[in-house]
C-alpha cells in the first residue's frame, strides 16, 4: 500500500479547492490493494447436506416430516384417522339427520312465533294465526315431499339411477357437514354425558377440556401440542405447551385435579415438567397409564443374575410407573430411607446395600436398631456390625462415627500428598479405592431405625461439655452427610418416625438422596422429600396402603429418568430373606477371593481407631449460623437463609415475595409459619414507581422473637433430659 499526505488522489489542488471552500483539513486517504496471503480454497457442502439442512430448518417443511420418529408417529395417527374416517362419517351424517328433524320440527311448529307471542302475552291472540301457519307449512312440506318422490321417478326413468345415487352422496355430505361436531349447537352435545375414557389420545380436544376443567388453563386458552400423543410403554405420553404466562409447575401441583378431569386415578397420571435446552416454564410433559401400574407383582432385584458389582456404578432401585430401570447413585452422596412400619422400608434400604455387597473394594458398617433377623446375613461382609438397641448398642454407634470421622480428616490428609494425576481433585476416585496400598476403600454405614440412637438421652462428655448420646451422634451424622461423600463414605439412613424432633434439620438438609415410601401425613413427608415438597406435587402420604415398596424417590444424581427430574414414583425391586441371604454369600466369597474381608466378618473386631478430641475439634469447627440454623424447623430456616442474603437494615418482608422467592404453595406457607409463632401483619412498602402501597407480611423483628422462643423451648427440654 501507498500513499501521501495532503494528496487526494494524487492531486494536489484538491486541498487548496476544499480550503477555500471553507472544508476542515482530513486524515489522509490512501490508495492500495488487497493481498491474501494464501489463496482462500471454498468449502463445498456436498448436496445432500445442503438439503438436509434445508429440510430441518424450513419452517415450509412440517414438523410431522422433520424427524425419523414424528413421520412414523404422523403415519400411525393418518392411518387411524383412515380407519375411523368411514365411522365417523356415518355418525356425523346421523347426527345431521336429527339436527335436520328438530330444526324441520321448530320451524313447521312456528315455534319462533309462538315464543315471540308468549313474551309479548299474546298468545291467546295469536293463535288463530300460529295454527293456520302452522297448516300452511304443513301442506308446504307434503307438497316438497311429493315433489321431490316425482322428481326422483322421473329421475329414475329417464336417466338410471346414477343421478339418484350422486344426489343421495350430496345430500350425505351435506347431512355430515350439518352433523358436525361443534359446541354450543343442537343435537351436538348430549345432555347427560356419557364415561369419560382415554378418548385425548385421539381427540385433543378432550386434553385441552381436561385443562380447562381442573382450571390449569382459562376458558379462552388452549394447548399447543409440541409432540403427538405416542404409546410409550403401557400408556400415552404426550407434550404441551401451556398457554403465556401459565406455569408446569402448577400443572405439577395440581396433578390430582388433572387426573380427575382425565378420570384416571392419580397414581396413573405423571406429569413433569419439561427443562433443559427443549423445555421452557410453560412445557408440561404427560404420561398416563392404561391402569394402575403397581397392580402387579413386583420384580426381583437383577443383582441376582450378576456376579459382582461396581460400586461406582448407580445400583438397581426400582422401575418407575413406565417400566424405565430407576438405579439409584451411592457414592459421593448419602441417602435418608422413610416410612411407617410394614411398607418396604427394610426391604429399600437393604437393596442399595446389595450393591454395594457385590463389590469386594468396599468396606461396610451396619448398625440394625431394630435388633431383628433382618440384617443377620450382612454379619458375613460387614467391616463393623452390630445388632440391638440398648444404650451399649447406642454408645459403639457413637464410637464408629468418632471413628470415622477420624477417617475422613486422615484421608483428606493423605489425598494432599497424592500426585494430580492420581487424585485431580480432593475426591476419591475408583483407581483410588481400589488400590488396597493407599487403604481408602469406598465405605459405607447402613443405620436402619435412626431413630432409637437419636432419641437416646444417656448423658455423654464432650470435651467438658455434656450432651446426650443422640444429640452428640446428631452432630457426628450431620459432619459425615457434609464432609465425608467426597473421601468416599456413603451414609445411608432408614427411619420409621419421620419427624422433626426426631431427625434434626441440619442432618436431613445435607442427605443427598431421599426415598419416602407411605406415610401418615405431608408433613412427615417434607421431612423425608424435603420443604414444601407436597406443594410441588410430591407427598408421600397420599401412596395407597396396598402399593407396598413403592414410595417417592428424589435422587442426587442422574437415573433414566433425566439429571434434570426432582423426584419421580418407583417401586423397588423385591428381595426376599433368601435373595438378601444369597447376595451376601456371594459378597463373602468375592472378599475371600480379592483378600479384602476384613473386621467382624473376618472375626477380627479391631481396637477402634478413635480420635474423639480430633472429631469433636472438627464439629466445634462448623460455623455457628449452621449449627443454629440446623434448629430451626421448616420453613422458617428457609426465610431465615433468605433474609441473610437479602433482608439486611429490612424491618418488614411482604409475604408475597418470600412465598415467589421459596417457591412454596401460600396457604400452607402461612399455615406452618402460624404454627411457628410467625403471625403475618399488614405493613407499608414502596413501589419501584415510589407509591407506598399496604400488603401483607412478616416483621423482622416478630421473626426473630419466634426464632429466639423456639430456641429457648428446645434448650428448656435439652435441660430437663439431662437432668432425668
Not at 415450509?60 to 365417523?88: C, G, N
Not at 398457554?243 to 385435579?257: C, F, I, S, Y
Not at 426400582?318 to 451411592?330: H, M, S, T, V, Y
Not at 460455623?623 to 424491618?651: C, F, K, N, T
Request: with cysteine; hydrophobic share 40%.
Amino acid at each position: 500500500m501507498n500513499g501521501r499526505p495532503g494528496f487526494v488522489n494524487g492531486h494536489g489542488s484538491a486541498v487548496a479547492r476544499d480550503r477555500s471552500r471553507g472544508l476542515a483539513e482530513v486524515d489522509p486517504v490512501l490508495d492500495g490493494e488487497l493481498v491474501e496471503d494464501q489463496p482462500f480454497a471454498a468449502v463445498r457442502i456436498p448436496w445432500r447436506r445442503r438439503i438436509k439442512r434445508w429440510w430441518q430448518s424450513s419452517p415450509r417443511v412440517p414438523r410431522s416430516l422433520k424427524t425419523q420418529a414424528q413421520a412414523k408417529q404422523a403415519a400411525k395417527d393418518w392411518t387411524v384417522v383412515l380407519l375411523r374416517s368411514p365411522w365417523r362419517f356415518l355418525g356425523a351424517v346421523v347426527r345431521g339427520v336429527v339436527t335436520g328433524a328438530r330444526l324441520w320440527r321448530r320451524w313447521v311448529a312456528v315455534r319462533d312465533y309462538r315464543e315471540a307471542a308468549e313474551e309479548s302475552q299474546k298468545l291467546a291472540d295469536k293463535f288463530g294465526d300460529i295454527r293456520e301457519l302452522t297448516l300452511f307449512r304443513w301442506k308446504v312440506t307434503a307438497a316438497v315431499l311429493a315433489a321431490l318422490a316425482l322428481v326422483g321417478v322421473l329421475v329414475r326413468v329417464l336417466y338410471g339411477e346414477r343421478p339418484l345415487w350422486i344426489a343421495g352422496a350430496v345430500a350425505s355430505v351435506a347431512l355430515a357437514v350439518l352433523g358436525r361436531r361443534k359446541d354450543g349447537s343442537p343435537g351436538r352435545k348430549p345432555s347427560l354425558a356419557g364415561p369419560r375414557t382415554l378418548t385425548w389420545t385421539m381427540d385433543p380436544q378432550v386434553l385441552v377440556d381436561a385443562f380447562r376443567d381442573a382450571k390449569l388453563v382459562g376458558k379462552d386458552e388452549t394447548l399447543r401440542l409440541v409432540e403427538r400423543a405416542t404409546r410409550v410403554g403401557d400408556g400415552w405420553a404426550v407434550t404441551v405447551d401451556l398457554p403465556a404466562t401459565r406455569k408446569a409447575a402448577d400443572v405439577v401441583k395440581n396433578r390430582e385435579a388433572l387426573a380427575s378431569a382425565l378420570a384416571v386415578d392419580e397414581i396413573q397420571l405423571i406429569v413433569e415438567r419439561v427443562r433443559g435446552n427443549g423445555g421452557h416454564a410453560g412445557r408440561v410433559a404427560m404420561w398416563v397409564a392404561d391402569e394402575d401400574p403397581y397392580a402387579t407383582p413386583p420384580l426381583r432385584t437383577p443383582l441376582l443374575g450378576v456376579r459382582q458389582w461396581d460400586a461406582w456404578r448407580p445400583v438397581p432401585f426400582g422401575r418407575d410407573a413406565r417400566d424405565r430401570r430407576i438405579d439409584l447413585p451411592l457414592v459421593w452422596t448419602s441417602l435418608l430411607v422413610g416410612a411407617i412400619p410394614r411398607q418396604g422400608k427394610t426391604f429399600a434400604t437393604r437393596l442399595a446395600a446389595a450393591g454395594l455387597i457385590l463389590d469386594p473394594h468396599t468396606r461396610l458398617y451396619v448398625a440394625d436398631f431394630k435388633a431383628g433377623k433382618d440384617w443377620i446375613a450382612a454379619e458375613q461382609v460387614a467391616h463393623r456390625f452390630l445388632s440391638g438397641d440398648d444404650t451399649e448398642h447406642v454408645l459403639a454407634l457413637k464410637d464408629w462415627l468418632v471413628e470415622l470421622v477420624s477417617e475422613v480428616q486422615s484421608r483428606y490428609r493423605r489425598m494432599r500428598e497424592l500426585d494430580d494425576e492420581i487424585c485431580p481433585e480432593s475426591k476419591i476416585t475408583p483407581a483410588i479405592s481400589r488400590d488396597m496400598s493407599l487403604n481408602m476403600p469406598v465405605t459405607a454405614i447402613f443405620i436402619d431405625e435412626v431413630q432409637v440412637p437419636l432419641e437416646d438421652r444417656t448423658p455423654v462428655e464432650v470435651q467438658g461439655k455434656k450432651l446426650t448420646a443422640g444429640e452428640y451422634i446428631g452432630d457426628l451424622l450431620t459432619w459425615l452427610a457434609k464432609k465425608a461423600p467426597a473421601a468416599g463414605i456413603v451414609l445411608v439412613l432408614a427411619t420409621q418416625r419421620p419427624d422433626s424432633k426426631t431427625i434434626p434439620s441440619g442432618l436431613r438438609a445435607v442427605l443427598g438422596s431421599r426415598f419416602a415410601l407411605r406415610v401418615m401425613d405431608w408433613r412427615d413427608s417434607n421431612i423425608v422429600l424435603g420443604e414444601q415438597m407436597n406443594t410441588r406435587g410430591y407427598d408421600s402420604s397420599r401412596l395407597l396402603p396396598s402399593h407396598k415398596g413403592v414410595g417417592i424417590l428424589r435422587p442426587d444424581g442422574e437415573t433414566e429418568a433425566g439429571s434434570d427430574v426432582l423426584a419421580m414414583t418407583v417401586r423397588t425391586y423385591y428381595m426376599p430373606g433368601e435373595d438378601w441371604q444369597e447376595i451376601c454369600r456371594r459378597g463373602r466369597g468375592l472378599r475371600e477371593a480379592a483378600g479384602t474381608l476384613t473386621g467382624h466378618a473376618a472375626g477380627q473386631d479391631a481396637e477402634l481407631l478413635l480420635d474423639s478430641a480430633a472429631a469433636a475439634k472438627a464439629i466445634s469447627a462448623t460455623p455457628a449460623h449452621d449449627s443454629a440454623q440446623a434448629a430451626l424447623p421448616d420453613p422458617l430456616s428457609a426465610v431465615v437463609d433468605y433474609l441473610g442474603e437479602h433482608g439486611q437494615g429490612r424491618e418488614f418482608v411482604p409475604t408475597a415475595e418470600l412465598v415467589d422467592a421459596l417457591d412454596v404453595e401460600p396457604n400452607a406457607f402461612g399455615r406452618q409459619m402460624n404454627e411457628l409463632g410467625c403471625r403475618s401483619d399488614r405493613g407499608r412498602v414502596a413501589g419501584e414507581d415510589g407509591t407506598v402501597r399496604q400488603v401483607r407480611g412478616y416483621h423482622t423483628a416478630d421473626l426473630r422473637a419466634a426464632i429466639a422462643a423456639y430456641r429457648d423451648e428446645r434448650a428448656v427440654g435439652t435441660e430437663r433430659a439431662d437432668g432425668s
